[in-house]
């Protein structure tokens, strides 16, 4: 990494770029403006890190390669992976991977950021997609980096690359969640109308998840047993009966 040191001198302030090499050297010159020495240190960090990489495998290998040797081991269970590195593959795919840097990737996130969400309709056989006026939400955008950012580091393990450039960039802040609680009214509305259904079981249903603050799964999982209310009420009595009660 760079560092940018501020100097005062009798002529006015410099600024010094500094760059670390590798075997502990470094190389450092200064500038008349601090966006001129972050300018030349990020160039010549640049220049390191090509000639660096291409030491490695991956000036052999394209990305779209990595992601098909990727998918060929994974074991994950989300279904959207592949959609999103598909994406990659056609936005960056034909690249080698020591020349895929912060600048395409944020380039492909700028794509997705202007790409409108889509949603699907119909059955399995006949399912279309349907694309929505609302743009990707930043938690969607996030999740195709970390998609890439999965790949890239499975590179690195592998000896391909030396590091990830998906860990320099920062994720989109995701917005917060909206959070919403039903008024008296509507709780009264809502038993209401489940009292009216033909399932009897679900106004129980409803009224338990009000109440107690489980999800559907574990009130549909639960299991009804009878209990013999007369022992329980005996046992009850004899028990006021030793409290002197």
């Known amino acids: 990494m760079a560092t ?27 500038f008349s403006q601090k966006k001129l ?9 640049l220049d390191i890190e090509k000639t660096e990489a291409y030491l490695l495998q991956g000036n052999k290998i394209q990305l779209q390669d990595l992601i098909v040797e990727y998918l060929e ?13 598909a994406f990659w593959s056609k936005h960056i795919g034909t690249k ?28 399995n056989k006949t399912k279309k997609t349907v694309f929505t006026s609302k743009k990707l939400s930043h938690s969607t955008i996030n999740r195709y980096k970390a998609a890439l950012s999965s790949v890239l580091s499975y590179g690195v ?9 998906c860990h320099r960039i920062k994720s989109y802040k995701a917005s917060k969640p909206r959070l919403r609680y039903l008024n008296t009214e509507e709780i009264t509305r809502l038993l209401a109308s489940c009292q009216a259904s033909e399932w009897s079981k679900l106004y129980l249903l409803v009224l338990m ?30 028990t006021k009966i030793m409290r002197g009660e």
């Open 37 to 45: 020495a972050q300018e030349w240190a990020k160039r010549l960090e």
């Open 209 to 238: 998840a009000l109440t107690s603050g489980a999800r559907k799964g574990e009130l549909l999982g639960l299991k009804w047993c009878d209990i013999d209310y007369t022992h329980n009420f005996a046992y009850l009595e004899n």
């Open 157 to 165: 393990d592998k000896g391909y690359i030396d590091i990830n450039p």
């Open 73 to 85: 081991q994974w074991e994950g269970k989300d279904a959207s992976m592949v959609q999103r590195l």
């Open 4 to 30: 940018i040191r501020k100097i005062q001198n009798k002529s006015g302030i410099s600024y010094k770029a500094i760059i670390k090499l590798p075997f502990g050297k470094q190389k450092s010159k200064n």
């Open 96 to 123: 080698l991977l020591v020349d895929i840097s912060t600048l395409h990737i944020r380039n492909g996130l700028d794509v997705l950021s202007k790409t409108n969400a889509c949603k699907y309709s119909g059955s």
